[in-house]
């Protein structure tokens, strides 16, 4: 049990797949559920009994495809002190996110064209301390310039603020980016205005 509970420790949760790797069974799981030192989340992932879920972790477990956008990422890049009531993610455009759909009713799922979904993606430490899929905070202000209608205006207005204030922006990737997702005019009118 220690090798796992560390690794439990470390990532905060376990599938049956990574346990069988560590050398665990799916019944040693079921039995260690059944003692009380673990506690079953959904089928196939597991975590130390008591432990606070992390959704961050729980949403992006269910596929390698997920990457948070929009305004959780917003929040994940502190240009918005909002947590998210709804976890915004992206995935590619054909994928059936309908499995995600089922177990999550506070998610909205934005469906990317292939050549650009992996743009700008990278990992970021949840509130909690898990690395999870994300995209990079030039990438996140081209999202929400793109979807700024379906956006609180306080929420986009006070992240293009933050984000030009940031020392993490990186003013070519943005026009890059801006250039692939023809906003370049759009951006460079923000860039005059707050940089």
């Known amino acids: 049990m220690n ?10 949760v376990i599938t049956n797949k990574e346990a069988e790797e ?9 039995e260690l559920t059944k003692i009380g030192q673990l506690e079953r989340l959904r089928p196939g992932l597991y975590q130390l009994k ?3 879920i992390d959704d ?3 949403i992006s477990s269910n596929s390698n495809r997920i990457i948070f ?13 909002r947590t998210p ?15 995600i ?4 009713e506070d998610l909205q799922v934005h469906y990317v064209k292939k050549d650009l979904y992996e743009l700008g993606e990278t990992e970021i430490k949840s509130p909690q301390g898990k690395l999870i899929p994300v995209y990079d905070i030039d990438r996140t202000i081209c999202d929400i310039i793109i979807d700024r209608e379906k956006i609180d205006k306080q ?11 940031s020392q993490n922006k990186n003013l070519r990737r943005l026009i890059k980016y801006s250039r692939l997702f023809k906003i370049e005019n759009e951006i460079r009118k923000y860039m005059e205005v707050l940089s």
Do not use: C, M, W
Not at 3 to 12: A, F, G, H, M, V
Not at 22 to 28: C, F, P, Q, S
Not at 85 to 96: A, D, E, K, L, R
Not at 160 to 165: A, E, G, P, S
């Open 22 to 30: 560590l050398g665990y069974t799916r019944h040693n799981l079921s």
């Open 50 to 52: 008591g432990k606070v």
């Open 69 to 81: 956008s929009h305004q959780t990422a917003l929040y994940l890049h502190d240009l918005s002190d």
């Open 155 to 165: 929420i986009f207005t006070e992240a293009i603020k933050r984000y030009f204030k």
């Open 85 to 99: 009531n709804v976890f915004h993610i992206s995935v590619p455009q054909g994928y059936n996110a309908s499995h």
């Open 101 to 104: 759909k089922k177990r999550y």
């Open 3 to 12: 090798i796992l509970k560390e690794y439990i420790q470390e990532n905060l």
């Open 56 to 58: 961050f972790v729980l």
